[in-house]
Nanobody, 131 residues
Framework: HVQLVESGGGSVQAGGSLGLSCAAS????????MGWFRQAPGKEREMVAY????????EYADSVKDRFTLSQDNAKDRLYLQMNSLTSEDTGMYYC?????????????????????????WGQGTQVTVS
C-alpha cells in the first residue's frame, strides 16, 4: 500500500521561498517516477516537476524553471521541492505523486521521461499561498 505524505506548505509573500517535502512508503520498486503537481482554483492540475529515480533525471514546467528545485534523499523515499522567487501564480494545492509502474533491468538505469498519465499514487496535498 503506497502512501505519500506532503508537508511544508504555507503562506509566503511574493518573492519569498518555501520548501515542500514528500515522504513515500510502501513502494516496492526502486526505479520509478516521482513528482509534484499543483492545482490552482479554477484551473486544471498541472505537472510542476518530476524525477525518474532510475537515472535521477528531472524535468520542470517552464513556469517554474530556474526557480524550483527537486531533490531526493539517498534512500529515495523522500522527495523535496525547493521553491524560490514565488509569485501569486504559484498559489495552489501541491500534490506529491508517484508512478503506478516501477522499472527494473539494465535499461531502467537510463534517463526516462515521466508523463502525467503515469502517475497514479497521490498524496493528500499541501496548500501554498503566495500574496
Amino acid at each position: 500500500h503506497v502512501q505519500l505524505v506532503e508537508s511544508g506548505g504555507g503562506s509566503v509573500q511574493a518573492g519569498g521561498s518555501l520548501g515542500l517535502s514528500c515522504a513515500a512508503s510502501g513502494y516496492t520498486y526502486s526505479r520509478f517516477c516521482m513528482g509534484w503537481f499543483r492545482q490552482a482554483p479554477g484551473k486544471e492540475r498541472e505537472m510542476v516537476a518530476y524525477i525518474y529515480t532510475g537515472a535521477g533525471n528531472t524535468e520542470y514546467a517552464d513556469s517554474v524553471k530556474d526557480r524550483f528545485t527537486l531533490s531526493q534523499d539517498n534512500a529515495k523515499d523522500r522527495l523535496y521541492l525547493q521553491m524560490n522567487s514565488l509569485t501569486s501564480e504559484d498559489t495552489g494545492m501541491y500534490y506529491c505523486a508517484a508512478g503506478l509502474v516501477g522499472y527494473s533491468g539494465p535499461h531502467s538505469h537510463a534517463p526516462k521521461r515521466c508523463f502525467p498519465e503515469e502517475f497514479g499514487y497521490w498524496g493528500q496535498g499541501t496548500q501554498v499561498t503566495v500574496s
